[in-house]
């Protein structure tokens, strides 16, 4: 399907591994060109390379995001980019006893902050131009809150919150917020984690599957499968998507506990 982004620029924030990268090949599959922002100089190069084949621009910032001035100037290098994807950072499980203020801060300077300061200078430029788009990937934890994840439950809620604030105003300037909601999903970090516990666990990695039997439909989400998603809410093909949610845990948070 030809989703008329072609030649259209993205700057993807964790864009070298992940759901980032899978959203950066959906978008270079339709001939985006891109900005990865990450961390790290060494995934960002093997990203590039990976995207070799696609014949688009692939521009690599690495940058610590947590810090608002490199957040802000990272906005500033990228110009004026049609489709910003915010997705860097995650928040770690804890308690509101377990986790202590150095680790929570940390964690909302990246994945809450982060978010705000690039979103500020990039969403300007939008609308003064009346066009673009700005796709949050951020945690099914925000719509349904658990205690044991309490800084990830609240960052996520705000992110959602601002995600349909600003959703609802930008139509008034050609812009589209949205919010994707990931479940489980099947990135190198957490299958990494899964096969070290059937390792531990089972005697064996290549078990790993066996952990997640009971996620629905016997599996967890693919990094494609949101990838593809983030390159269709960013087409004209979605062009009256604004201010929502999108919740991608194949029916998980609609379930009872």
């Known amino acids: 399907m030809d989703l008329a982004i072609k030649g259209k620029r993205a700057l993807i924030t964790g864009g070298s591994r992940g759901i980032g990268f899978g959203?950066?090949?959906?978008?270079a599959a339709e001939g985006c060109h891109l900005h990865l922002a990450a961390r790290s100089s060494a995934d960002l190069a093997a990203a590039r390379d990976?995207?070799?084949?696609?014949?688009?621009?692939?521009?690599c910032h690495a940058a610590d995001l947590s810090d608002a001035a490199r957040a802000v100037a990272l906005a500033?290098?990228?110009g004026n980019v049609d489709f910003l994807i915010n997705n860097a950072g995650s928040i770690p499980q804890g308690t509101l006893d377990s986790v202590d203020d150095t680790t929570w801060k940390r964690a909302w300077d990246l994945k809450v902050f982060g978010f705000i300061?690039?979103?500020?200078?990039?969403?300007?430029?939008m609308r003064q131009r009346k066009s673009g788009v700005i796709i949050n990937v951020i945690g099914a934890a925000g719509e349904r809150p658990v205690a044991s994840y309490i800084a990830g439950s609240m960052g996520n809620a705000a992110l959602m919150a601002m995600t349909r604030a600003l959703?609802?105003?930008s139509p008034e300037y050609g812009v589209r917020v949205?919010?994707?909601?990931p479940g489980g999903t099947a990135t190198d970090r957490a299958v990494k984690r899964l096969r070290e516990r059937a390792e531990k666990e089972l005697g064996n990695a290549d078990r790993w599957p066996e952990f997640v039997k009971k996620?629905?439909?016997g599996r967890m989400a693919t990094v494609e499968e949101l990838g593809s998603l983030t390159a269709f809410l960013c087409s004209p093909l979605s062009g009256y998507t604004t201010g929502t949610i999108i919740t991608v845990d194949g029916g998980a948070s609609s379930r009872r506990a």
């Open 23 to 27: 959203a950066a090949q959906a978008l």
């Open 50 to 59: 990976k995207l070799a084949g696609y014949g688009v621009e692939v521009h």
């Open 76 to 78: 500033r290098e990228c």
């Open 117 to 125: 300061d690039i979103t500020r200078e990039i969403y300007a430029g």
């Open 167 to 169: 959703g609802a105003e």
């Open 178 to 181: 949205v919010g994707i909601n």
């Open 215 to 217: 996620s629905p439909f």
